[in-house]
């Protein structure tokens, strides 16, 4: 199937046809962050076998591409956001490169073409890598720049699921081993926060530490840059594919922070949001990675005061391991951030080494991401000179009010994430009363919620109106979505027994409702997270990875293979109507989940092709009545896209609801 190229204009994407296009994504998909079959993080493993392992088969073996593909678009999807990883690619070591893997996911995406999705290619990460208690980067980048990944988990400088968890004890939760929705914690650890540090700002921060002639930023980067490179020139001349993520959810390190300071409330000094978990400066890490102990104290959300609060402490690298590979030096103390005396204490501590550099104030977004953005521009552009770049800033940084830097690449989308974070992290939809715990600001009714998410989802896309010279940027949210295993995995547990009717779903419904009105409420195109092939409804599972769950697919819900929405998960809250191309410019557009109404608003122009909605069987089994202030409606497609026809210039209502009796 050939699609339309798309273009920027101001904060739309635009066909070739003149029309405003809408993409309503998905992420493809959760279990990419892990080599196939065995990868998961169910799974116990030292990583000793990190350089010689396969991701041929994620996101799914190829002779399933088009069963699952084929269900992506009969759900109304568009877009794909396609995982790869920096390991898939360059595993085995700096510059070999997996060429049947490279060659197995240009060709996922080119099947993806055939069903009509646009894709744009996401190197992911997660707390930069498996070894450190997520995904992304291969195992050598550690060894390369001095560190042992094998004594991180001794020294507490990362949890790892694969490290932490019993398996003697057998499968589901283990909240005393491994807690629910705690690896993001991993970013402030010093496993983590080291290869940060040395990624985005080596070159300033440490700048004695030489990896192969160069210093270990332009080291670490220029092989990023040549994975994607390698992914790039494959993929080239497929028209479907509009770009390149920059890199998911990045991590900055200890850029910006002072060295000694823990943080545990918000101030004026200090304005970013406290989160849960432990609260380690740059010095406590550096010194662990030296072996020497320290504690560190941990926050939670404090009920009797509605605020995070310090709430206990952890004692990180007992045992005293160093982190440092034998007769490798610390280069930040190398580089006077500290100095280690003979006792093993810290002195001549400088506090603003992370904060200035030359005298100047340092700036995260300015000095070090405005560059690497570019550098990816360049990278991919040097392939294809008209392929979109798709940006992320650290997603633990509040850059709303500020907006993008300035600088950033033409041709630039706002890709950034957005979640209902105490849905995500307690895996409990607070409904009808909310709870925010970074304010405490209780929450009354559906309509409080959904008016919260346009907000919050209005600010992000606010943010985009610095890109491109300031002329302002489409905003895709590049990742939203809930956990299906609410509730302690109450739907799994009636389907287990014997209940496959909506009923179980239902609250994964309304909180999906709720995300997707704010949504179209403000125009925005989207990429749910997530959809997961291999997906398991066991509690230790899930979609394969620190027992996250938020897959919109399982085969565990799959009893009836002929049935393309069979093995949805509840397929009512994200299957729905939308405008996916507007003839001119979309005014507005919304569905009505009870009454099973759509209304939409375009301005026609005259010149561009028909409006197509999607509008999916799933909601309208027995037919839909079609209201137009002008043109006429004609089905295509598996009768599920509408195409408006002869619409006049200038305002265009439309209005789809049940036929009447259906």
């Excluded at 295993?485 to 287990?496: N, T």
Aim: include cysteine.
């Amino acid at each position: 199937m050939s699609l339309s190229k798309l273009r920027i204009d101001g904060d739309r994407f635009v066909d070739a046809e003149g029309r405003h296009v809408i993409l309503r994504g998905v992420n493809l998909g959760g279990d990419c962050k892990l080599p196939y079959p065995d990868g998961g993080t169910h799974i116990p493993t030292d990583f000793s076998d990190h350089a010689n392992v396969s991701f041929i088969g994620r996101p799914f073996p190829i002779d399933e591409a088009d069963e699952h593909l084929g269900r992506l678009k009969h759900w109304g999807f568009n877009c794909l956001r396609l995982l790869t990883t920096w390991e898939a690619c360059e595993h085995k070591g700096p510059g070999q490169y997996d060429a049947a893997y490279l060659d197995y996911i240009a060709e996922v995406c080119r099947r993806a073409g055939e069903h009509g999705l646009y894709v744009f290619i996401d190197f992911h990460q997660d707390v930069w890598s498996r070894m450190s208690g997520g995904d992304g980067a291969p195992g050598w980048t550690f060894e390369k720049v001095g560190l042992d990944f094998t004594t991180f988990h001794e020294a507490g400088a990362a949890k790892v699921m694969q490290l932490c968890y019993d398996f003697e004890r057998g499968g589901g939760r283990q909240e005393d081993t491994y807690p629910t929705m705690t690896w993001a914690q991993n970013y402030r650890r010093p496993g983590n926060a080291i290869m940060w540090t040395l990624f985005f700002a080596g070159a300033d921060f440490a700048p004695d530490l030489m990896v192969d002639g160069v210093n270990a930023q332009e080291f670490l980067q220029t092989h990023y840059m040549g994975a994607m490179k390698q992914i790039a020139v494959r993929v080239k001349d497929m028209p479907h594919v509009l770009g390149f993520d920059t890199l998911n959810e990045p991590g900055s390190g200890w850029i910006g922070h002072e060295t000694s300071y823990q943080h545990t409330s918000k101030s004026a000094e200090h304005p970013q949001r406290v989160t849960p978990g432990p609260a380690w400066s740059p010095l406590d890490g550096l010194l662990v990675a030296r072996g020497i102990p320290r504690t560190v104290p941990v926050l939670s959300f404090d009920a009797s005061t509605m605020k995070m609060a310090v709430t206990g402490e952890e004692r990180a690298n007992e045992t005293r391991v160093s982190l440092w590979r034998d007769g490798v030096s610390c280069p930040f103390e190398q580089g006077g951030a500290y100095r280690l005396n003979a006792n093993g204490e810290a002195e001549d501590v400088n506090e603003t080494y992370f904060t200035h550099k030359n005298g100047r104030p340092i700036d995260l977004e300015t000095d070090y991401m405005v560059p690497f953005f570019n550098r990816v521009a360049r990278s991919i552009r040097e392939v294809k000179p008209d392929w979109m770049v798709f940006a992320e800033l650290d997603p633990f940084r509040d850059l709303t009010d500020e907006g993008f830097p300035a600088g950033t690449p033409d041709n630039t989308v706002n890709a950034s994430h957005w979640y209902d974070i105490v849905t995500l992290v307690t895996k409990n939809f607070m409904y009808p009363t909310a709870i925010n715990p970074f304010n405490g600001r209780v929450i009354e009714g559906a309509a409080a919620i959904e008016a919260q998410y346009v907000e919050q989802l209005a600010a992000i896309k606010d943010a985009a109106r610095t890109l491109n010279g300031g002329s302002g940027a489409p905003t895709l949210i590049g990742e939203f979505g809930i956990p299906y295993d609410l509730d302690d995995a109450a739907a799994y547990k009636a389907w287990a027994g014997g209940d496959h009717s909506d009923a179980p779903w239902q609250m994964h419904v309304t909180a999906l409702d709720l995300m997707y009105n704010a949504m179209d409420a403000l125009l925005l195109s989207t990429a749910h997270w997530n959809y997961t092939a291999s997906n398991s409804n066991d509690q230790a599972i899930g979609d394969g990875w620190n027992q996250e769950d938020l897959s919109i697919f399982s085969r565990d819900q799959q009893n009836n293979p002929h049935s393309k929405d069979s093995g949805g998960r509840a397929v009512k809250g994200f299957c729905r109507p939308y405008i996916r191309r507007a003839q001119g410019m979309l005014v507005k557009h919304g569905f009505e989940l009870a009454s099973r109404k759509f209304k939409a608003e375009i301005t026609v122009e005259a010149d561009a092709a028909p409006t197509e909605i999607y509008v999916p069987r799933l909601h309208y089994a027995s037919g839909c009545d079609i209201s137009l202030s002008s043109g006429k409606a004609v089905f295509g497609d598996d009768g599920q896209v509408v195409t408006v026809e002869g619409a006049n210039a200038g305002r265009l209502e439309i209005v789809i609801q049940p036929s009447t009796g259906a």
